[in-house]
């Protein structure tokens, strides 16, 4: 029998598509027009020429070394959370002591605290250390508050491997490092991919430290030389929007590489 065609659904998904589109067209047509086509013919028109003028203008004025430090800022972030938090979360998982519990409750309590609450405190901090203004200064921080929900989501997923499985390998004499290595990081594949992304969104959208614990135009990611743009003469709208799409395209593909791994974990099915 054939299906009528639902053309309700289709006038949704094609409303659904122009509502999506239409600011995709605007911030692409922006950053491929000059300055005073943007002013004369407004966001929405035609471009009358296309120009790349926005994205080589971004890397003249120091968008580049801004580029750069993001990159290893997120790295280094994502590093930090890969080194401590899977074998944190196998030993939550794995360990039925009270001790362990009540660390791993205190330890999430971090969910409940605002980067903005602890600012003050971090600033002081981060200066006695000697490491204001500097790329470092603003990595640990952000690591450390990316660390109690990376625990959260990769625990999660541990937890969904089956008993029968660390029992087989018990009796074939493993140890369990040997078990962390070559049973629970294969099968966590999911979560580890969710606190990657996670951690490297938290990474390259972070604003408060880098705006509070560093100064120097060599120290500054994106999301600050976004602020060049501006000028006591107006904003130049084309290129902050050609240095947005530049700064989008990083995180863009590791989330497309990742999405897949990333639906599964948040999903709490990351180890099967």
């Known amino acids: 029998m054939r299906r009528r065609p639902n053309y309700v659904a289709g006038v949704g998904s094609l409303v659904w598509l122009f509502l999506v589109g239409l600011p995709l067209y605007v911030l692409l047509a922006a950053t491929l027009r000059t300055r005073q086509d943007y002013a004369e013919n407004g966001p929405v028109s035609i471009p009358d020429s296309f120009t790349l003028d926005n994205y080589t203008g971004a890397f003249d004025s120091g968008f580049g070394q801004y580029f750069f430090n993001t990159l290893v800022v997120?790295?280094?972030?994502?590093?930090?959370?890969?080194?401590?938090?899977?074998?944190?979360?196998?030993?939550?998982?794995?360990?039925?002591?009270?001790?362990?519990?009540?660390?791993?409750?205190?330890?999430?309590?971090?969910?409940?605290?605002?980067?903005?609450?602890?600012?003050?405190?971090?600033?002081?901090?981060?200066?006695?250390?000697?490491?204001?203004?500097?790329?470092?200064?603003?990595?640990?921080?952000?690591?450390?508050?990316?660390?109690?929900?990376?625990?959260?989501?990769?625990?999660?997923?541990?937890?969904?491997?089956?008993?029968?499985?660390?029992?087989?390998?018990?009796?074939?004499?493993?140890?369990?490092?040997?078990?962390?290595?070559?049973?629970?990081?294969?099968?966590?594949?999911?979560?580890?991919?969710?606190?990657?992304?996670?951690?490297?969104?938290?990474a390259w959208n972070g604003f408060l430290f880098p705006l509070v614990l560093t100064q120097s135009d060599s120290s500054k990611v994106v999301t600050l030389g976004l602020y060049n743009f501006q000028t006591e003469h107006g904003i130049d709208i084309p290129g902050l929007l050609g240095a947005v799409v530049l700064s989008m395209v990083p995180i863009l593909l590791v989330y497309l590489f990742a999405r897949r791994a990333l639906v599964q974990g948040l999903m709490g099915v990351g180890g099967k």
Do not use: H, K, W
């Open 74 to 202: 997120t790295g280094c972030v994502i590093g930090i959370v890969l080194l401590l938090v899977p074998p944190l979360a196998y030993a939550i998982v794995r360990s039925r002591g009270r001790t362990t519990s009540a660390i791993f409750r205190l330890f999430l309590l971090g969910l409940a605290i605002p980067a903005q609450a602890v600012i003050v405190p971090m600033f002081y901090l981060i200066s006695e250390a000697g490491l204001y203004d500097n790329l470092l200064g603003v990595i640990l921080p952000t690591a450390a508050f990316c660390l109690p929900m990376s625990a959260l989501i990769l625990s999660g997923a541990m937890r969904d491997i089956s008993p029968e499985l660390y029992e087989a390998m018990a009796m074939d004499g493993a140890s369990p490092r040997r078990m962390f290595l070559q049973l629970v990081l294969p099968l966590s594949r999911g979560g580890l991919s969710t606190i990657v992304v996670f951690s490297a969104l938290q």
